[in-house]
């Protein structure tokens, strides 16, 4: 991975995470003995991504969550060059061996025989078919998926199948596959929501550091309107303290870009994500940083993690219900009368069968 993929600007900022976290799956610890000096990281080193091919038998996975809004998701790729460092699926990262700081970032895992499995899940004897979401983890669009197009050729199933796809990005990159969502779209097989945190580039380019900006979001919401492919905007994470104030402002410009639905979810620094993100606000907002964890904590009983189905991805208690009351308040103003459109399954076929029928 070369640094053509890095963001514009600074690339002193070309991590979310500034260490790798200790593996509690580990049985040793890593550790630096002196803060500067031969043990730092050079800065080469830093910039580079280690793309490492996977090949699981299965990729469709079943989502026990009753707080996600999708029943099965499919991951083309473990860890992500983004960096967010806010980002819920670090964790996961751990079972792999790596750690969910800097390993999430560099460490990637992509699944190259995803299309052939997803086509051997559809091709299943009675299979009924349940609307499908990429990603239910990492971003589908990341950096890598520009060389190795494996989402691509996702789509590229979902259509023959006329099987329904949901999509959540963060990636202005969905927009290469137009040719292939467009005609998903028509048969009403699929919508794409673009998450969007911040009209503050500066704090996007800090906390997101490898995303797509904001006005390039906006843009490829408009775009994807334009062609007729259902697009929303998902206002997450919601971070008190820090971006909590922007919601009506994001969720105009969302609107003002052709968005028909808005989503949101409230923070939660989980597992290894508590020491990254705390650790970033002491590097970025030093003077912020009590502030800011202490109102994430009031949104989930004190801690700073919460795994409470039904409440953990919005939080309860004051702070949680003034984000509640801010998101409704702007998504009855600027989204009144649009909705989102359900998938159409009646299109559901078996290219196969149909070929053996055929003879």
């Given at each position: ?19 790798n ?11 630096q ?15 580079l ?12 996975n079943?989502?026990?969550?009753p ?28 079972y ?6 800097l ?19 559809l ?20 950096p890598i ?32 596959d ?10 009403g ?66 609107a003002?870009a052709?968005?028909?639905s808005?989503?949101?979810t ?53 702070v ?11 998504r ?6 649009r ?21």
């Amino acid at each position: 991975m070369d640094d053509k993929n890095l963001n514009n600007g600074d690339k002193k900022k070309m991590r979310g995470a500034g260490f790798n976290t200790h593996n509690p799956f580990a049985k040793q610890r890593l550790v630096q003995d002196f803060p500067e000096g031969l043990d730092e990281m050079p800065e080469l080193e830093k910039r580079l991504s280690h793309i490492h091919m996977e090949y699981p038998k299965t990729v469709v996975n079943k989502v026990d969550s009753p707080d996600v809004g999708m029943e099965f998701s499919l991951n083309p790729y473990q860890g992500c060059e983004h960096g967010c460092v806010y980002c819920y699926a670090r964790n996961s990262h751990t079972y792999w061996g790596y750690s969910a700081g800097l390993d999430f970032e560099q460490q990637i895992m992509a699944k190259p025989d995803a299309p052939k499995r997803l086509r051997e899940y559809l091709s299943r004897k009675n299979y009924v078919p349940k609307a499908i979401s990429l990603s239910g983890n990492t971003d589908c669009y990341q950096p890598i998926e520009r060389k190795l197009k494996i989402t691509r050729q996702l789509l590229e199933v979902f259509l023959e199948f006329r099987h329904p796809v949901g999509i959540i990005t963060k990636n202005s990159l969905v927009l290469r596959d137009l040719d292939l969502l467009k005609p998903l779209a028509e048969l009403g097989l699929t919508g794409v929501f673009v998450s969007i945190t911040s009209m503050d580039e500066a704090l996007r380019k800090s906390m997101e550091p490898r995303t797509s900006t904001t006005k390039n979001r906006l843009q490829t919401i408009r775009v994807l309107t334009e062609n007729g492919i259902p697009a929303g905007v998902m206002n997450a994470p919601i971070i008190p303290g820090l971006n909590m104030h922007e919601i009506p402002n994001i969720l105009e410009a969302a609107a003002e870009a052709g968005a028909l639905s808005a989503g949101y979810t409230m923070v939660r620094l989980n597992g290894q994500i508590g020491e990254i993100f705390s650790e970033w606000l002491e590097q970025e907002h030093p003077l912020k940083k009590n502030k800011i964890l202490n109102q994430i904590s009031q949104v989930h009983q004190g801690k700073l993690n919460d795994s409470r189905f039904g409440t953990r991805m919005k939080g309860d208690g004051p702070v949680a219900e003034i984000a509640k009351q801010l998101f409704t308040q702007s998504r009855d103003r600027f989204f009144e009368g649009r909705k989102w459109p359900e998938f159409n399954y009646s299109h559901f076929r078996n290219p196969e069968l149909t070929q053996i029928k055929l003879f």
